[in-house]
């Protein structure tokens, strides 16, 4: 790489370059952070009793069409709703909400109902038969494509078929606030509200009004 392939706004200009800190071997684990953290509604069909299950191995897979995964340990009592189904939503949380996403993740649907223990809503999905949750302000219906065992966990490939939207998230020209529904995120064991927002896509390349790039 060469010296102009940088772009100028991103070097940090006067001074001498500080030293990057030291870093120290760490075992190897999952330590991609911050991650979200999940509610994924199941069942409530083919004879299963609907069920909540927190998840924060969850991700965007792919664009077009829109896909995420879910990675579920076989022993959990979501698995085989899921595994049999190929139907869930994934229900966005909002920090008021972090009490329940704990719960719902240390408690199992094989001892409790967890929709009437947290109180929380199930409302009918539009394109899968499991229920959404009405409290989350977005909720992802999904359809397995392909489940991949592996290891701990096996990994569910989904189609996102449908997403509804908490209406109050919508400003008057139908744009998604997604930053006003207070969505939270997971950080190596802690539950952690989104700060504030630094930039936007694509904010390293735009130009100020008045022609100069804007300075990092
Ligand atoms: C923050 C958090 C994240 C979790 N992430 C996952 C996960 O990604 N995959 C998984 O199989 N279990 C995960 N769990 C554990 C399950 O949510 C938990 O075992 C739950 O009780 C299973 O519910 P069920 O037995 O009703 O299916 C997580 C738990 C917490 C608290």
Do not use: H, I
């Given at each position: 790489m060469t010296s102009k392939s940088l772009s100028p706004p991103l070097r940090r200009t006067g001074g001498r370059k500080a030293s990057p800190p030291p870093k120290r071997a760490w075992k190897p684990g999952n330590l991609l952070a911050p991650v979200p953290v999940v509610l994924v509604s199941c069942g409530?069909?083919?004879g299963f009793p609907p069920n909540l299950i927190t998840i924060a191995w969850v991700g965007t897979v792919c664009s077009e069409p829109?896909?995420?995964s879910i990675a579920v340990r076989p022993e959990r009592?979501?698995?085989?709703?899921?595994?049999?189904?190929g139907q869930f939503v994934v229900n966005l949380p909002s920090?008021?909400?972090a009490r329940h996403v704990d719960w719902c993740g240390v408690k199992s649907g094989r001892d409790v109902d967890k929709f009437a223990a947290t109180g929380l809503t199930p409302l009918p999905g539009s394109r899968v038969s499991c229920p959404i949750?009405?409290?989350?302000?977005?909720?992802?219906e999904c359809r397995t494509t392909k489940t991949i065992p592996l290891g701990s966990h096996t990994l569910f490939l989904a189609e996102i078929v449908a997403v509804q939207v908490s209406a109050s998230l919508l400003d008057g020209k139908g744009?998604?606030?997604l930053e006003k529904a207070g969505l939270i995120a997971y950080l190596h064991g802690d539950y952690a509200a989104l700060g504030q927002t630094i930039g936007r896509f694509?904010?390293?390349?735009?130009?100020?009004?008045g022609?100069?790039?804007?300075?990092s």
């Open positions: 409530g069909f083919r829109p896909m995420v009592f979501s698995f085989p709703m899921l595994k049999k189904t920090a008021d909400l949750v009405a409290e989350c302000p977005v909720n992802l744009r998604l606030a694509g904010f390293s390349v735009r130009k100020r009004r022609g100069k790039p804007r300075r």
